[in-house]
C-alpha cells in the first residue's frame, strides 16, 4: 500500500475530540494564510485545517473554488503551524492532485456522497493508497447511501475513515440550513460502533447564532469532533458568508462548549442513574406490550372488515385519531412532532396488520 505519509493521525480520535477548522473556500493565497495562522494561534484544540478548492454549489455562477492553484497555499500555510490539511475531492482527478501536493486528509462533500458513480471514482482512485478520507452525509436523509459510501472506500482497502454529520435538505421551513435529523447519525453509530462521527454544526446551522447550540448537542450527543468554518474576515467570504466564523470568535465557542462528558454503558458506579434506567426498563416493556396488545386489536378489526367489505384505510377515522393524539400529547408536554411521527408508525404497523389478515 502506497503511504501517502499523511501528517494527520487517525488514532487521535481514540484519545480526544478532533476539531477539524479552515474556511468554507480557498480564496487568496493571502486569506488561507492569513486564516489559518490567526486559527492556529486562537484555537490550539484544532488538529486539522479545511478548505474547500473545489467547490460543489447547487446553482451554477457561484464561485466554484480557485482550483488546483490553491493546493499548493493550503499545504503551505499548514506546514506553517505545523498542521495538517484537509480538502474536499468530487472526481478521481482531484483525487490525484490532491495527493500529488500532499494533503493530508481527503473529504467527500454531501452532493458526491448521494452519487455512488461518483464515490466508486473517487473510491476507485485511492485504491492501494493510505490516507485518512471523511465521508460526509448525502443531502437526502438516507442513512443506505452514506453507509454505502463508507463501504465502497473500504472495499478498496482504505483503513481511516470518518463520517461527518451536516444535516440534509428539505423543502419544509425549518431554522436550519440543513435539518440535523439527529436519529440517523445516531443509528450510524449503532450501526457502526468503530466508526468515528464529526459533527459540522456550520452546514447544519447556515448562521453563526445557531452554531453554539448545534456544536453543543453534538457534544452532548458523544461525537467524536467537529468541523467548523472559519474565515479571517466573515461577510467578505467567497462562500457560505453567513455562517463562518472569525478564528477569534471560534475560540470563544470552543471555550464555552462542554466536551468533557462520559460515555456510562453501565450504571453500576451511579446508584440513581441505575434506577432511572430501571424504571425506563419497566416502561419500554409496558409500551411494547400496549403496541403489541393494539395490534392484536388491529389484526380483528382486519378480519371484521374483510367479512363486512369495509376498506382498511378509513380517512375520516384516521383524522380523528391524529386530532385527539396531538391534543393529548400537548396537554402531556409531547410535541407535535413526536406525535405525529410516533402515530404515522403507528398506523403503518397497524394497516400492514389488517392487511395481513
Ligand atoms: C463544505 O464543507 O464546504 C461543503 C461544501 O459541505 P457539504 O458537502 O456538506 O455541503
Ligand atoms: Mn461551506
Redesign the pocket.
Known amino acids: 500500500m502506497s503511504k501517502t505519509a499523511s501528517q494527520f493521525d487517525f488514532n487521535l480520535f481514540k484519545q480526544a475530540k478532533v476539531f477539524v477548522a479552515g474556511p ?2 480557498a480564496e487568496t493565497e493571502e486569506q488561507v494564510h492569513e486564516t489559518i495562522s490567526e486559527l492556529a494561534t486562537a484555537c490550539p484544540q484544532i488538529s486539522l485545517i ?1 478548505a ?1 478548492i473545489w ?2 454549489r447547487t446553482r451554477p455562477n457561484s464561485f466554484e473554488g480557485i482550483g488546483s492553484i490553491a493546493l499548493s497555499w493550503l499545504k503551505n500555510a499548514g506546514k506553517q503551524v505545523n498542521l495538517p490539511v484537509a480538502t ?1 475531492v468530487a472526481n478521481a482527478n482531484h483525487v490525484e492532485k490532491a495527493l500529488e501536493a500532499g494533503i493530508d486528509v481527503l ?1 467527500i ?4 456522497t448521494v452519487s455512488p458513480f461518483i464515490v466508486q471514482e473517487i473510491a476507485d482512485a485511492l485504491r492501494g493508497v493510505d490516507i485518512p478520507v471523511f465521508v ?1 452525509n448525502p ?1 437526502n436523509p438516507e442513512l443506505a447511501l452514506w453507509l454505502g459510501a463508507i463501504e465502497r472506500l473500504e472495499q478498496v482497502g482504505l483503513k481511516d475513515i470518518a463520517a ?1 454529520h ?1 444535516g440534509f435538505s428539505t423543502y419544509s421551513k425549518s431554522i436550519y440550513r ?1 435539518v440535523p435529523n439527529w436519529e440517523i447519525p445516531i443509528e450510524l453509530r449503532r450501526q457502526a460502533p468503530e466508526l468515528p462521527i464529526l459533527c ?1 454544526p ?2 447544519i446551522a447556515g448562521k453563526r447564532d445557531l452554531l453554539f447550540d448545534v456544536a453543543q448537542q453534538a457534544m452532548n450527543l458523544q461525537f467524536d469532533g467537529l ?1 467548523m ?1 472559519s474565515h479571517r474576515n466573515p461577510s467578505e467570504a467567497w ?2 458568508a453567513e455562517q463562518q466564523l472569525t478564528p477569534l470568535a471560534l475560540k470563544a465557542l470552543l471555550l464555552n462548549l462542554n466536551t468533557e462528558q462520559k460515555a456510562v454503558a453501565k450504571s453500576e458506579d451511579y446508584s440513581e442513574l441505575k434506577e432511572f434506567r430501571t424504571e425506563i426498563d419497566r416502561l419500554d416493556n409496558y409500551i411494547l406490550e400496549l403496541l403489541s396488545e393494539r395490534m392484536s386489536i388491529a389484526k380483528e378489526i382486519g378480519k371484521y372488515k374483510k367479512l363486512n367489505g369495509i376498506a382498511i384505510h378509513q380517512a375520516e377515522r384516521w383524522a380523528d385519531t391524529v386530532r385527539r393524539a396531538l391534543e393529548m400529547g400537548k396537554n402531556n408536554g409531547l410535541s407535535e412532532n413526536f406525535i405525529l411521527d410516533l402515530f404515522q408508525k403507528i398506523h403503518k404497523e397497524s394497516l400492514d396488520k389488517q392487511t395481513e389478515e
Open positions: 468554507c473556500s479545511r474547500g467547490k460543489p474536499e473529504w462533500g454531501a452532493r458526491s460526509k443531502v461527518v451536516r440543513n459540522d456550520s452546514h468541523m468554518e462562500s457560505d
